[in-house]
């Protein structure tokens, strides 16, 4: 009887790790153009930060490549379109979590990798793009 219990924890634990983004990638799109300063609306004169949409889904981002200005003040808006997931930019303190957005200050150039930081399946390693400040 104990064993049958560990068993259905374990398997209900898979299920739920591989189903953690939930439907499959059935309706892929071609990726959108990388999103820089000049594609993002531009900053106001108070200091306005400029926003960069990002959408997930199964299993990738529609942005591979955000370029900003540095010293630029950033907002980053992330959509779920397809499962949970999060971005997360290394050497920058910032999480974008799904339906929610991230400002943050570019004080750093060169180019940071970001990535789904939320497990979301067999393609979360892919999840990845990069974050260039010039």
Same mark, same amino acid.
């Given at each position: ?8 924890? %374990? ?14 990638? @059935?309706?892929?799109? +071609? ?15 108070? =200091? ?23 010293? @630029?003040?950033?907002? %980053?808006?992330? +959509? $779920?379109?397809?499962? $949970? ?7 920058? @303190?910032?999480?974008?979590?799904? =339906? ?20 979301? =399946? ?6 990845? =793009? ?5």
């Amino acid at each position: 009887m104990k064993k049958r219990s560990i068993m259905t924890c %374990i398997l209900l634990l898979a299920a739920g790790l591989l189903s953690a983004c939930g439907g499959g990638d @059935d309706d892929k799109e +071609n990726a959108s153009a990388p999103a820089s300063a000049s594609s993002s609306a531009p900053a106001a004169a108070g =200091g306005e930060a400029k926003e960069i949409k990002v959408d997930a889904k199964n299993f990738e981002f529609d942005q591979k490549e955000i370029k900003v200005a540095k010293g @630029d003040k950033v907002t %980053i808006a992330l +959509n $779920n379109s397809q499962g $949970n997931h999060a971005l997360k930019i290394d050497g920058y @303190d910032v999480e974008a979590k799904g =339906g929610k957005s991230v400002t943050f200050t570019a004080d750093k150039a060169g180019e940071f990798k970001f990535y789904c930081s939320v497990m979301c =399946g067999a393609g979360h390693a892919d999840m990845t =793009g990069k974050l260039i400040v010039e």
